[in-house]
């Protein structure tokens, strides 16, 4: 890809890679990366950042903006004023219709994934893909919002506008102001990654690093059964999966009581009870258990760092082609290893002791 092609409105994920993540946000980026390393990734497009800054040109928005944030002569730091700020600037995205001359782009784009799948209004999740997120020192990760199973082009447009309303939720306003960041500024423009859905039997997430301890022997997976929402969202308490990163093999799995699970219903997801005789059952065999880390070892090695990833696991096709990566992002937080002494001094220092009189 030309990185001087800025003006192109609609890239494929074969077609960006990490020297986009500028133009494509850096969600997409890595989409592209696993792409390239042959890591089933499910396909689709990405709306670039370059729609998001001429959207706010084209229709005034920017200006409108700016004359609301005027009021405010004094940074911001009530509550109060925060979701004020919101509601104004997220109500005003909302309301605006995508520009005609962005509409064909992103119309054929999605008429193009449905041909290569042959669905008609194929499911896809229209995800946020900040210029800033997904990067090994950036803060931005999980602040914008995705949208899952959205079907139809007049659909994928608005909830295209969505994400870039969630650009600015009272989290995202305060978290700029903390940093001395701008409320609004071309520089926060967010890319949308939309990306066909996996019907998910089951789905989680996944790090080749243990978060808590910092080892790296080991790649630890979390999932339930349905979409993965379940798990991001700490709606269960899910099944825990560690493989050892040089066999490859499941040494160890705790298997949890999932009550609860999140499905695709006719517009979006729903929440629901998961049937009692599925409750105790594995989510996952070992086999895609063992599948998912190896593409997540792939990954780790090209990116030579520890990896924080998504996956997902199709109903509809056979091992090992129902395995799928959805995401994968650098881990920008993680514990250290603690030596054998740190942990006794720890038990030590917590532990109550019995008074003598």
Not at 152 to 161: A, P, Q, S
Not at 202 to 214: D, E, I, L, M
Not at 225 to 236: P, T, Y
Request: hydrophobic letters at 40%.
């Amino acid at each position: 890809m030309n990185p001087g092609k800025t003006e192109r409105w609609v890239v494929s994920f074969q077609e960006c890679g990490k020297d986009d993540a500028g133009l494509v946000g850096g969600k997409s980026a890595n989409l592209g990366e696993m792409c390239k390393l042959g890591i089933p990734v499910p396909l689709g497009f990405t709306v670039t950042s370059e729609v998001n800054k001429r959207f706010f040109e084209i229709t005034s928005n920017e200006k409108k903006i700016e004359e609301f944030l005027s009021k405010f002569p004094e940074k911001p730091t009530a509550i109060d004023e925060f979701n004020e700020i919101a509601n104004y600037v997220q109500n005003l995205i909302e309301s605006t219709e995508i520009p005609v001359e962005f509409q064909k782009p992103i119309s054929e784009a999605y008429s193009g994934l449905c041909d290569r799948y042959k669905v008609k209004d194929v499911p896809v999740a229209v995800r946020s893909s900040g210029v800033a997120e997904d990067m090994a020192m950036a803060s931005f990760a999980g602040q914008y919002d995705s949208y899952l199973n959205v079907q139809g082009t007049e659909e994928v447009f608005k909830n295209v506008l969505k994400c870039w309303a969630s650009a600015f939720t009272p989290r995202c306003i305060s978290y700029r102001i903390k940093n001395n960041l701008p409320i609004f500024s071309k520089a926060v423009s967010v890319a949308v990654a939309v990306q066909k859905m996996v019907r998910s039997r089951a789905s989680g997430v996944g790090f080749t690093v243990n978060p808590n301890t910092g080892n790296k022997t080991k790649i630890v997976l979390e999932g339930n059964w349905g979409v993965g929402e379940s798990v991001v969202q700490g709606i269960v308490e899910p099944d825990r999966f560690e493989v050892d990163k040089e066999t490859l093999r499941v040494v160890n799995a705790e298997i949890r009581c999932k009550q609860k699970q999140v499905v695709f219903s006719e517009k979006g997801t729903i929440e629901q009870d998961v049937p009692a005789e599925k409750q105790k059952t594995p989510c996952i065999a070992h086999c895609e258990a063992e599948m998912v880390a190896k593409c997540a070892k792939m990954a780790e090695e090209y990116y030579g760092l520890p990896l924080d990833i998504e996956w997902a696991i199709d109903t509809d096709l056979e091992f090992p082609q129902n395995v799928f990566l959805v995401q994968a992002r650098p881990v920008t937080a993680m514990a250290t290893e603690r030596s054998a002494t740190e942990k006794i001094l720890d038990f030590l220092c917590t532990r109550t002791f019995p008074v003598s009189h």
